[in-house]
């Protein structure tokens, strides 16, 4: 499995990176994608929509079966990335460059790991 420090991690497998205070990046685990195998469709949020720490805002699906993916932050969406539309390989084959959003005015987190407090957290 593959992490990265300067991301924080959700009990729920998304990954989130901080620029500040208030803006970060958020993405699915390495782990994730591995477990649920090769991503055929994602379902993304609009720029403008509000996401709440610990609810759905997007969902993955695999050969395997359809996922939510949880919200790490609560604030709201400047940036989505589309090219995960049309290709959510992307996800497999980079799951820390593959990232689903951008999000501004953070106002909530939800409860989050560094990166080794997530590997432990996965081994069990």
């Given at each position: 499995m593959n992490l990265k420090s300067?991301?924080?991690y959700a009990?729920?497998?998304?990954?989130v990176l901080f620029e500040n205070e208030t803006t970060a990046t958020v993405?699915?685990?390495?782990?994730?994608?591995?477990?649920?195998g090769d991503l055929v469709f994602v379902n993304l949020p609009q720029?403008?929509?509000?996401?709440?720490?610990?609810?759905?805002f997007?969902?993955?699906?695999?050969?395997?079966?359809?996922?939510d993916v949880y919200s790490p932050v609560t604030g709201?969406?400047?940036a989505v990335?589309?090219?995960?539309?049309?290709?959510?390989?992307?996800?497999?084959e980079d799951a820390f460059a593959a990232w689903f959003v951008k999000v501004e005015n953070i106002t909530a987190r939800g409860k989050l790991m560094n990166a080794d407090e997530y590997q432990e957290?996965?081994?069990?």
């Open positions: 300067d991301r924080m009990e729920s497998h998304e990954w993405g699915l685990t390495d782990f994730a994608h591995s477990e649920l720029v403008g929509d509000t996401i709440t720490a610990g609810a759905t997007a969902d993955v699906e695999s050969v395997k079966a359809v996922s709201t969406v400047v990335n589309e090219a995960l539309l049309d290709a959510p390989q992307k996800i497999n957290f996965t081994e069990k």
